[in-house]
């Protein structure tokens, strides 16, 4: 894929092209096992039956980031997890998406002001595509946190040159 | 250090007499492991360095601070009720308790009443939310052991308490409801019966868990005489809660050094403290940590239907001002927290904000049995030794 | 047994590094400035001889404090000079709890380790040595155990300043 990307024209053909691997992708983005804090619970009990996120194509945690597309960032994350975090990221083969999931990794949560450990925001670290609020954020926030990825996802283009203004 | 170990001939031992003898130079050489810190199966963000022989462990470190999130030093910044919320999220599975043992802290410091109705259901609360802590205990160690089904049968019972929290107070994993001099706000009509509704089902599907899980041909063979602590080794290492009633030894915060209600329901005959007998095994294998947890639940129920039953209207909150000055003096309240005594030390210098807020969580202290249950055993039994610990490493790193 | 029984039975038997008591108390009615005490009743033990005293309370008859519940340490204040190290204790047996405090100048906070007399010390002393800045000495693996390795600084002092980044990421 990686020499055919943002090659081509955009036309019929790319554009069905395009949506077609935008729907393999939105449909089956298999997250990484990564609960850090209390929103990893709220994680945990989006992935079960109640509020099922396998009705999405997300519902395959995979444990090793080598396999995952999304790396859901649920909890607070400090500097000495910060490291491992981009590690972790790095290690996550292209096309790979970040929901920062809770207050604390949106912008440091309630440790904000006297966390002297506390990273203030994900986004400090590695790139965010989705930011999902509260403390915990309910489940089905989550999920609407991650139809708004699909969302995103949709509008990509893969294989189209991206549009030049002027 | 990894050392490096020679095995410079060896015959083989099936070889008779007239056989060739294969001579072989074997070096093996110890191998580090990290297990963690994203890693399934160490409920949470904890780095174990394993040395490994093979399959076989020979040393384990656990590396914390993953989670650090400085509680300590927020309670010495911010005033006492608004600490509130951060005691929900050291131990997020039993949030009710934590904030129970900080608001009692605090009320031991204040020589205030607590009312009749808000002990009730402060006690009623705490207990429900042990059920689902143990739960989540339940569920998550079938998961490591590979079982997945009782993960998703436990998250049923426990949407069903999350929703019955909601109810009460807003929130559904981080309550902030449990105050200092009460409770937040009283119970909406129905919820008392709904409650009852839910003691009803559950003891039914606690049957269904013990069916499927505990009594489990595979389960039993994967836990039993596997991380045994004996009875001097846990209270050398100072544990607490379900890890020293695994090993035999009978004590439970709740009717030794009981508070609130639970010398009033001790008394009544109502609860039992389920104790680790070695039925499968060994006293104090993973496998009674495991079936004293599940059979606490059921005690749990026993105490929240007494509290259904005597339970009265009246006020649910003492009279506390909005700027609450705490006088000066220190106390320490511990209290039975489903993974053992968490343990508030507050000091006041009769200000706004404490000068200390010590927070004293039993995973952090039951954590350290791990450096000498884990050589000796295999990788697969290390994960199940992990397991049977139950620690939430917000609260072992605070 | 309740604090004086525990007290008692301390002076007793000689308890080493014994200094003294507190006890909560009412505001004086005639000292504007006393507000009192309120809470709970500790002991006063000289921090050299903190582990012999641990042993002490540990192996008694009538004591039997089988287990070490917390070890940490507070800073009272900025202008205070010393820094408490303060050790709770259970006893299964008696069920009764005990609290002792130190007192150990900030300048020079250093005491021996009890990881000799409680296992449970261990991680205790490591997390109260790197908060505080307090070296127990004699503790087989004086490593910071919550902060990064490479941290610098007693946090949990009150004279503790907030780093501006650490690593490349900012702190503000």
């Not at chain 1, 440091?108 to 966390?115: A, H, I, L, T, V």
Request: glycine share 8%; net charge negative.
């Amino acid at each position: 894929m990686g020499l055919l990307e943002r090659q081509f024209e955009e036309n019929v053909l790319t554009t069905r092209v395009d949506w077609l691997l935008n729907w393999c992708r939105l449909s089956s983005i298999w997250p990484m096992t990564f609960g850090l804090a209390c929103c990893a619970i709220e994680m945990m009990a989006v992935g079960c039956a109640h509020h099922d996120l396998d009705r999405f194509g997300a519902g395959a945690f995979r444990a090793s980031p080598r396999q995952a597309d999304l790396m859901i960032v649920a909890g607070t994350v400090n500097f000495k997890m910060a490291e491992r975090i981009k590690r972790l990221y790095d290690q996550m083969p292209a096309p790979k998406y970040v929901i920062a999931m809770g207050a604390c990794a949106t912008g440091g949560g309630p440790y904000y002001k006297y966390g002297y450990t506390v990273v203030k925001g994900v986004d400090r670290v590695v790139p965010v595509d989705v930011y999902v609020a509260g403390c915990p954020p309910r489940p089905e926030a989550l999920l609407e946190g991650l139809m708004k990825l699909q969302e995103k996802i949709q509008r990509s283009s893969v294989l189209r040159r991206p549009a030049r203004t002027a | 250090m990894v050392e490096a170990k020679t095995v410079e001939t060896q015959t083989l031992p099936q070889s008779a007499p007239g056989e060739r003898e294969f001579m072989l130079d074997v070096r093996t050489q110890d191998m580090e492991v990290n297990m963690g810190p994203q890693h399934p199966a160490t409920h949470g963000v904890m780095r174990i360095l394993v040395r490994a022989d093979g399959e076989v462990c020979t040393g384990a470190q656990p590396h914390l601070g993953y989670l650090h999130r400085c509680a300590e030093k927020i309670g010495e910044n911010v005033e006492w009720l608004q600490y509130l919320p951060y005691t929900d999220r050291y131990d997020y599975l039993a949030a009710m308790n934590n904030n129970l043992g900080y608001s009692m802290a605090v009320e031991k410091l204040m020589g205030i009443e607590i009312p009749r109705r808000a002990l009730m259901i402060r006690t009623i609360c705490a207990e429900l939310n042990r059920i689902g802590s143990h739960l989540i205990a339940f569920g998550t160690y079938g998961l490591d052991i590979g079982a997945f089904t009782p993960f998703l049968y436990m998250f049923r019972e426990r949407e069903w308490m999350m929703a019955l929290f909601e109810k009460i107070c807003g929130a559904r994993l981080t309550y902030s409801y449990i105050r200092i001099g009460g409770v937040f706000n009283d119970a909406p009509p129905g919820w008392l019966s709904e409650v009852e509704r839910f003691c009803d089902t559950f003891e039914q599907k606690w049957q269904e868990y013990v069916d499927l899980l505990m009594v489990n041909h595979i389960f039993v063979q994967r836990t039993a005489n596997i991380g045994v602590i004996s009875r001097a080794m846990a209270l050398d290492f100072g544990l607490t809660g379900p890890m020293l009633r695994g090993s035999g030894v009978d004590w439970d915060l709740r009717r030794d050094m009981p508070y609130e209600l639970y010398a009033e329901i001790w008394k009544d005959g109502v609860f039992s403290i389920p104790l680790g007998r070695g039925e499968h095994g060994t006293l104090g294998d993973c496998w009674d940590r495991s079936y004293v947890r599940v059979m606490e639940m059921i005690e749990s129920i026993k105490i929240v239907r007494w509290c259904l039953g005597a339970i009265t209207p009246g006020p649910v909150i003492a009279d506390i001002p909005k700027t609450l000055r705490v006088p000066a003096g220190e106390a320490y309240v511990g209290i039975e927290n489903p993974r053992g005594e968490l343990g508030h030390y507050v000091v006041s210098d009769g200000g706004k904000v404490a000068v200390r807020c010590r927070v004293r969580g039993p995973s952090f202290t039951n954590l350290a049995v791990l450096e000498e249950l884990m050589p000796g055993a295999l990788l697969a039994d290390a994960v199940a030794i992990i397991g049977s610990t139950d620690i939430v490493v917000g609260e072992t790193d605070r | 047994m309740d604090f004086r029984g525990i007290l008692d039975r301390l002076r007793a038997t000689g308890a080493p590094g014994l200094l003294g008591h507190d006890l909560p108390r009412a505001a004086d009615p005639k000292d504007k400035k006393d507000k009192g005490r309120g809470g709970d009743p500790f002991l006063w033990v000289e921090p050299a001889q903190l582990p012999a005293f641990l042993e002490r309370c540990r192996d008694d008859e009538r004591l039997r404090f089988e287990l070490l519940i917390d070890l940490t340490a507070v800073d009272p204040s900025k202008d205070d000079p010393n820094l408490w190290v303060v050790v709770s204790l259970l006893s299964l047996a008696h069920r009764h709890r005990l609290t002792v405090k130190c007192a150990l100048p900030k300048a020079a906070a250093s005491l021996p380790s009890s990881v000799p007399v409680y296992r449970a010390a261990q991680w205790h002393e490591r997390e109260c040595g790197e908060m505080y800045g307090i070296t127990f000495a004699g503790h087989p693996d004086p490593r910071h155990i919550l902060l990064p390795e490479d941290w610098v600084g007693a946090p949990l002092r009150k004279d503790y300043v907030f780093p501006d980044e650490y690593h490349g990421i900012s702190c503000k």
